[in-house]
């Protein structure tokens, strides 16, 4: 009789161990089953916020190419414009078409005040300068100016630099990867470019993260 309940509490014990295995095998599948899934919808997310990238870039190529047919001074020009107007050192400038396309250069004046001059890409005549009053200017910023006063290689001669990859569309001081040059972008055809122009040299480079197709 005690080895009828021996053995039967030996089974009733292994029942229960397995079923607690059991259990545990099926949670452990369950959650590996819901890590999967996470990471599924991980990767459509990223993969979604890509091709949303990939689109505004084209979207914005499109953009600089609609305004590019329409403009008949350069960015080179528009430099020269400015400085002419409002006398100082041109860190950038952009063909932007916001209702009423124009150029906008960035000039900074010896007296460190920083000026958006509005040039019409039609004429090259100044159509306006606006102060930038804000003073958020950080250490980078004072030593990205700092960089372009000593380079031998300025705004409009980075624009014309660029030039020979396409119709420039945008000039500008860049800090790329620790080294300050400036940041081109053209148009050619149904392409654009992004270029990478030396300040002490002038020589041309693709950006390393551009994927355009312009040669």
Same mark, same amino acid.
């Given at each position: 009789?005690?080895?009828?309940?021996?053995?039967a509490?030996l089974?009733?014990?292994?029942l229960?161990?397995?079923?607690?295995v059991?259990a545990?095998?099926?949670?452990?599948?369950?959650?590996?089953a819901t890590?999967?899934?996470?990471n599924t919808s991980?990767?459509?997310a990223a993969?979604?916020d890509d091709a949303?990238?990939a689109?505004d870039d084209?979207?914005d190529?499109?953009d600089?190419?609609? &305004? +590019?047919r329409g /403009?008949?001074?350069t960015a080179? !020009?528009?430099?020269?414009a @400015?400085?002419?107007?409002?006398?100082g =050192?041109a860190l950038?400038?952009d063909l932007d078409?916001?209702?009423a396309?124009?150029?906008?250069?960035?000039?900074?004046?010896?007296d460190?005040?920083?000026y958006?001059?509005?040039?019409?890409?039609?004429s090259?005549?100044?159509?306006?300068?606006?102060?930038?009053?804000?003073d958020?200017?950080d250490g980078?910023?004072r030593a990205?100016?700092? &960089? +372009?006063?000593? /380079?031998?290689?300025?705004?409009? !001669?980075a624009?014309?630099a @660029?030039?020979?990859?396409g119709?420039v =569309?945008?000039?500008s001081?860049?800090d790329?990867?620790?080294t300050?040059?400036w940041?081109a972008?053209?148009?050619?055809?149904n392409g654009?470019?992004?270029?990478?122009?030396a300040?002490?040299?002038?020589?041309?480079?693709?950006?390393r993260?551009?994927?355009g197709?312009?040669?």
């Amino acid at each position: 009789m005690k080895r009828n309940i021996v053995i039967a509490t030996l089974t009733a014990a292994a029942l229960a161990t397995g079923g607690t295995v059991a259990a545990f095998a099926a949670g452990d599948g369950e959650a590996t089953a819901t890590q999967r899934q996470t990471n599924t919808s991980a990767q459509a997310a990223a993969d979604r916020d890509d091709a949303d990238d990939a689109a505004d870039d084209r979207d914005d190529a499109t953009d600089d190419r609609t &305004a +590019v047919r329409g /403009a008949d001074v350069t960015a080179a !020009e528009a430099i020269t414009a @400015a400085l002419k107007h409002t006398p100082g =050192t041109a860190l950038s400038a952009d063909l932007d078409d916001d209702g009423a396309t124009a150029w906008k250069v960035t000039v900074v004046k010896g007296d460190g005040t920083e000026y958006d001059v509005r040039i019409s890409p039609d004429s090259g005549k100044v159509l306006g300068a606006q102060r930038d009053t804000d003073d958020d200017n950080d250490g980078d910023d004072r030593a990205e100016l700092a &960089a +372009v006063k000593g /380079a031998k290689t300025d705004a409009r !001669e980075a624009a014309l630099a @660029a030039a020979h990859k396409g119709t420039v =569309t945008e000039v500008s001081i860049d800090d790329d990867n620790g080294t300050v040059a400036w940041s081109a972008e053209t148009v050619k055809g149904n392409g654009h470019g992004e270029w990478n122009v030396a300040l002490d040299t002038g020589k041309v480079t693709q950006d390393r993260d551009d994927d355009g197709d312009d040669a």
